[in-house]
């Protein structure tokens, strides 16, 4: 094996590891994000763990695994206590953190957009229903009610339409291409490419 050759491996085994260690970070951010959500949804954002519970399946938590355990690993974010008929709940601590997610939402907020952008570009009809969105809402960093505020702070870019059932039911909203951004139109990959033929 050539020395080349072997940095190669050496180069890709690294690479491999570094894919792996934040895929798991990622992860556990995601889990985490889940029970923030879940507590932020709450009336006093505090919840009993026994409630909690119904949410394992959505964060992938196999048993025996204890939900408690893994809330208490992150100390800076959850807040355990027991009342006094021993029920165990948990809340966000402190409130500042609810504050600062949200200033983080608000600095991402226009990366956001264009990646709401460019997956409608790549949709058939330029339009994805909302619903659908709202689905995935937590994986890409949308605030919770994004259909109300955020998307309305991008109308160069989309808008929201309505459209009649098919079947007579419920109306389907729609988040609407306005605008094709040639710009975003070309991946990163043929962004490099190009570069790389340039020169």
């Not at 009993?48 to 355990?69: C, F, T, V």
């Not at 966000?92 to 609810?98: K, Q, W, Y």
């Not at 094709?180 to 340039?198: D, H, P, V």
């Amino acid at each position: 094996m050539t020395t080349s050759k072997r940095l190669q491996d050496r180069s890709k085994k690294k690479r491999v590891h570094d894919l792996e260690i934040v895929t798991e970070r990622w992860k556990i951010f995601s889990k985490i994000h889940h029970l923030m959500e879940v507590i932020k949804s709450e009336p006093e954002h505090v919840i009993s763990i026994r409630y909690l519970e119904q949410e394992r399946r959505q964060i992938n938590l196999p048993k025996p695994h204890r939900l408690s355990d893994f809330l208490r690993k992150s100390p800076k974010l959850f807040d355990l206590y027991k009342d006094r008929k021993g029920t165990l709940w948990v809340g966000m601590t402190p409130e500042d953190l609810l504050e600062e997610e949200e200033r983080e939402i608000e600095a991402h907020s226009d990366k956001l957009a264009e990646y709401g952008t460019r997956i409608l570009m790549m949709s058939i009809d330029k339009q994805i229903r909302v619903d659908k969105i709202a689905h995935f809402r937590k994986d890409f960093g949308l605030p919770f009610d994004f259909r109300n505020n955020w998307v309305h702070n991008y109308p160069n870019l989309f808008r929201l339409v309505k459209a009649e059932a098919d079947d007579g039911g419920v109306d389907h909203e729609f988040l609407e291409l306005v605008n094709w951004k040639n710009e975003w139109a070309i991946t990163e990959l043929e962004k490099r490419g190009k570069k790389f033929r340039g020169r």
